[in-house]
């Protein structure tokens, strides 16, 4: 089952929490935890919290935590109803698998997404070595650095903090240890 804290607590630590809009690594207009301000609905969601949108877009209005906390579980609610529509048995896979795919969605979007069809389809066949490969292959795994090794690992391993202890140390591979060593 989806642990939502854990959910929240991985987003935050891929995204960062900043209270003053920025540019992040691809120059998008950023404010929260990744809430593009480039976005169609930006204007009306900044609006529905009563700030000014130019004001924020601009540095000269911050957000406060409860109102970044507002556009994050309004994002995260979206992120999970989309990841669950792309994968049929979402609900069947482990929490840590369940959180790769919701980061996933949050970060890329469905539509970008729904455009790694040979993940999708190792996803939805269970085969999850696959799906790891097919995320490393993509430009997304480059763009994200850490983000995507652990996102990658994560599908593999499922739970990294119960990893198999006979596993010989120097077999593991060397993001590993730079990780969860």
Known sequence: MLNREE???????NEGLRQRA?????????????????????????????????HVYYGRQELTIDQINHLLDSDLDNSISSVQKLFPNFNQFSSK??????????????????????????????NWQTAAKELENSNYYTQVGR???????????????NAPESQPQKKRHWLWRLFFN
């Open 7 to 13: 959910l929240r607590n991985y987003i935050v630590s």
């Open 147 to 161: 983000r995507g090794i652990r996102n990658s690992l994560l599908l593999v391993q499922d739970d990294l903090t």
């Open 97 to 126: 698998r369940q959180i790769v795919l919701v980061d996933l969605v949050f970060n890329l979007g469905i539509n970008r997404l729904s455009t790694f069809v040979k993940m999708i389809a190792a996803i939805n066949e269970g």
């Open 22 to 54: 920025y540019n992040d690594s691809l120059g998008i207009p950023t404010i929260g935890v990744g809430f593009n301000l480039n976005r169609h609905d930006a204007n009306w969601r900044l609006s529905e919290l009563g700030l000014n949108y130019e």
